[in-house]
Each structure stands twice: as C-alpha cells, then as structure tokens.
C-alpha cells in the first residue's frame, strides 16, 4: 500500500517531488487527450511512442528508425492523437505520438529515473489499483495546458483525472493537494461528459467538431488498461505498454 499520495502539476511539480522524495511512481494526468487516447490504443494492441512536441523532423526520424507511424493533427492526418484515430490501427503497429502535456510530463518523468504510468477517468478505478500496490511516494501529475507565452495552464479535466484516482485511495495518505483533488472531482462527477465540454479546453475540442472525443473521455472506468511507460536498455526508446493488473 502507498504510504503516501502527492499531487502536483506539471514537469516543475515533477523535478520539485523527485528533488524531495524520490517517487517510487509517477502517474501523469492528460485527460484530453494523450492519456484517454493511449489507453484506447493499448486496448487495440497498438504500441505508443510518446514524443515532444514540435520536433517533427526529429519524431518522424525516430519513427523511420522504428517502423512506426507518426501521429499527425485531428482533421488533418490520419492516424492522429484522438483515441478513435488510434483505436483504429491494426493491433501490433507502433505509433509516435507528439504531445506537448502528457508526453512532456512523461518523459520528463523518466528522465528523473520515476516510473510512469498514465492516468485518466477512462480508467480511474484501475490506476488506483496501481498505486494502492505500490510500497512508497506516488506522484499525481495534472500536465495541464499552455498559454501562449508557454506558462503552464491549470487544466480543470486533468485536476479531475487526478481526483478521480484519489477518490479510490485511503484519505489518510492524501497530501492536501491530492485531497483538494478529490473533492473537486466528488463535486463534479456527474454527467462527468457536460464536466468535461464545459472546460476550456473541452470547449476547443467541441468548437472543432470533436465532442465525441470529449465524451470518449468522460466514460468512467471504462477500461482496466494502465499504460506504463516502458523503454530500450539504453534509453533510446520508449513507448507504452499495459502495466500488470494488481492483485487486490
């Protein structure tokens, strides 16, 4: 059982837990989209590749090196980063996905040498059943969004993500940001698909036409798959697969 629960924002939260505690495990909340769209795609047998973003040259390099396709812009390319654009793919294909919030975190994560999974309200109910099996500090990690200037913008469906999670957890090994979590999440949670179109960026999706990714995100506990991010022996590459199932 995790002896302890944080919840901070960002890769600055990140660097700022690991600096103090050495989190034995780092769970990164992107709700819209990178978190709900990798879960569908590992339900699918598809291989994700997060990459950062705006390196185009570079993530369609590692793709080349890797046969794996690159995820481009919903309305633009396919495949793309909505989870029906991966769920779609053929099981056993490898996919880049570029993100500038979930994929940033992640890797930032990693390089901090925490182990990473990915956190969402598809899948809640089972990445509570990761941490309560870890043994030691586990970190929620709301990626949140940019502004323009490139300050971090608190993003109130990952916050939710987050308190989703926190919500399966013992109170008692909450810090008071994974509480505030919590309860913001118990005070939203219904129907969590209006929650979520109401956000800002909920609001973006369904002004391009994408509500149905934003109610794809809001179906609670609809999959059991944990993704963790995994990689080569020398770090050259990761990509994400399904963490084993705890038994609790």
């Known amino acids: 059982m995790s002896n302890r629960v944080a919840c901070e924002w960002g890769p600055a939260g990140i660097a700022a837990v690991v600096a103090e ?7 990164v909340f992107d709700v819209l989209i990178f978190s709900t769209a990798v879960v569908a795609a590992l339900e699918g047998g598809v291989w994700v590749h997060p990459f950062a973003w705006g390196r185009a040259r570079a993530a369609a ?6 046969g794996a396709l690159v995820a481009g812009r919903r309305g633009e390319t396919e495949p793309n980063a909505a989870p029906a654009s991966l769920a779609r793919l053929p099981a056993g294909t490898h996919v880049v996905v570029p993100s500038p919030n979930g994929a940033t ?3 930032a994560a990693r390089s901090a040498g925490a182990p990473v999974v990915l956190g969402a309200l598809v899948n809640a ?13 586990v970190l929620l990690v709301p990626a949140g969004e940019r502004w323009p200037d490139g300050s971090l913008r608190p ?23 994974a509480r505030a979590a919590r309860l913001a999440f118990e005070g ?12 800002r960026s909920g609001q973006e999706l369904v002004a391009r036409g994408y509500r149905g990714d934003v109610e794809w995100a809001g179906e ?26 705890p038994a609790v």
Request: charged content about 20%.
């Open 21 to 27: 505690a050495a989190p034995v495990a780092v769970v």
């Open 61 to 66: 390099a590692y793709a080349t090196a890797r």
């Open 105 to 107: 975190c992640a890797l």
């Open 125 to 137: 109910d089972a990445v509570a059943a990761y941490v309560r099996a870890v043994d030691g500090t």
């Open 155 to 177: 993003a109130l469906e990952d916050w939710l993500g987050a308190g989703a999670v926190a919500a399966a957890l013992p109170w008692d090994i909450l810090s008071a940001e």
């Open 188 to 199: 939203c949670r219904t129907p969590l698909a209006d929650v979520l179109a109401a956000t």
């Open 220 to 245: 609670m506990d609809r999959s059991l798959v944990v993704p963790r991010l995994g990689s080569e022996s020398d770090g050259s590459a990761a990509w994400f697969v399904d963490a084993p199932h």
